[in-house]
């Protein structure tokens, strides 16, 4: 990452700090993803929510526009919205500047469809990474990453050339406005077995080591009639996958690929699976998300790095820590207990349904306070020319 940035530090004269705090932060979100992206998907709602009357929420848009609802609804969500895919870096940078942006939010990171470039000329004061780039940029012109405290535990904050912003609970927003829609899709119209045991992991197939793999086909070995259901990123790794299966002893058909679809089919898709299986060294993010947003339980085995932490902040936030595992004989333990105990899965499938509404996880207005409630400190903080500084983020309290 450092080498990535290398030569982009910042090329326009500094901002000069105000001399009156202003009455309204101007929040600028920065992403080549506004459409029907998981990130996006993940975020739409908290931009809505903003409150208003403390700030002014602009959206600088350097991707693809797919005229789908999703873009569509963003637009609609901002208060100001700026096309710039045509814009160079440093243009988009002065265009922020112009706009008086007090606060930066990079979405998109070193991404397909990232331009860091844009956050090197310092198109705001105060610059932080969020969401889309699961990692520390190593940028000096990234001030923050917005985490918590099961991602980046204590002790490896020294891996991150960012300070780092601790939420109360989980780093990840939800969109609790989500609807299931009414389709008439069941096993048989998605190519599965009427009756068996389903392990899903719609993880992209670059996630799946030898590790977990094997682990997974022990279990179909162990769990009669089960099937795993996975994405098909390509027909070669589909290929891979099905000939290391029969070098297991397994028959490659109980190796289901799904292909791509809409959202809405892909949400129905999620409540037919049994239980998820997390790959381990690069967890599911926004797919562990719409996973236990569906019902669908989600079995992670939690590492050391961010992307093998996310799927354990999630869990916790919803109050589902018999799913987080540390180890991978604890994993397998664990998947075969649930695959071969129905009343113990639909026990936490019954505990997974009451705590969406009573636990952190999809409380997106309590989650919006609290970045709101970030966003003021770390402003704060510069106001006050501190420099930046790891902060614990203050729960936002209704009363």
Excluded at 22 to 31: A, D, E, Q, R, V
Excluded at 117 to 145: C, H, K, N, V, W
Excluded at 200 to 229: A, Q
Excluded at 240 to 245: D, E, G, I, P
Aim: charged share 25%; glycine share 6%; aromatic share 10%.
């Amino acid at each position: 990452a450092r080498i990535k940035s290398k030569g982009k530090d910042a090329m326009l004269a500094s901002i000069p700090r105000p001399e009156k705090k202003p009455m309204c932060l101007k929040i600028g979100y920065f992403s080549g993803d506004f459409n029907l992206h998981p990130v996006t998907c993940l975020i739409i709602k908290m931009l809505e929510l903003h409150d208003r009357s403390a700030f002014e929420i602009h959206a600088f848009s350097f991707g693809p526009d797919n005229h789908d609802t999703m873009h569509a609804r963003l637009i609609d969500g901002v208060d100001v919205f700026h096309d710039v895919r045509e814009i160079p870096d440093k243009d988009i940078a002065e265009l922020a500047r112009s706009k008086g942006i007090d606060i930066a939010i990079d979405l998109t990171g070193y991404t397909q469809n990232g331009r860091w470039g844009i956050l090197a000329y310092r198109p705001a004061p105060i610059q932080i990474s969020y969401l889309g780039y699961p990692g520390t940029m190593g940028a000096e012109f990234i001030d923050y990453i917005i985490a918590d405290d099961i991602l980046i535990p204590d002790g490896n904050e020294q891996f991150y050339s960012e300070k780092i912003v601790y939420m109360p609970h989980c780093y990840q927003v939800s969109d609790n406005s989500r609807t299931l829609p009414q389709k008439d899709i069941t096993r048989t119209t998605l190519g599965l077995p009427e009756t068996g045991f389903i392990f899903c992991c719609f993880n992209t197939n670059y996630k799946i080591t030898h590790h977990e793999f094997n682990i997974w086909m022990r279990l179909l070995d162990k769990v009669e009639d089960s099937v795993l259901w996975l994405l098909q990123s390509n027909k070669w790794s589909e290929k891979n996958l099905k000939r290391r299966a029969m070098d297991r002893g397994i028959d490659p058909a109980r190796l289901i690929f799904a292909q791509s679809c809409e959202y809405s089919e892909y949400l129905v898709r999620l409540t037919i699976a049994d239980l998820y299986l997390d790959t381990f060294t690069f967890n599911a993010g926004a797919i562990a998300n719409d996973a236990l947003w569906c019902g669908l339980p989600v079995l992670t085995r939690q590492g050391q790095g961010y992307v093998a932490r996310m799927a354990s902040s999630l869990l916790t936030a919803i109050d589902l820590p018999e799913l987080i595992t540390t180890n991978e004989d604890d994993y397998e333990i664990r998947a075969l207990e649930l695959a071969s105990n129905s009343e113990k899965l639909d026990s936490i499938k019954a505990r997974m349904t009451f705590n969406k509404n009573k636990t952190p996880l999809f409380d997106t207005e309590r989650f919006t306070k609290n970045i709101e409630s970030a966003y003021t400190q770390i402003y704060a903080k510069y106001f006050a020319g501190e420099n930046p500084e790891s902060i614990h983020v203050n729960e936002y309290k209704t009363h």
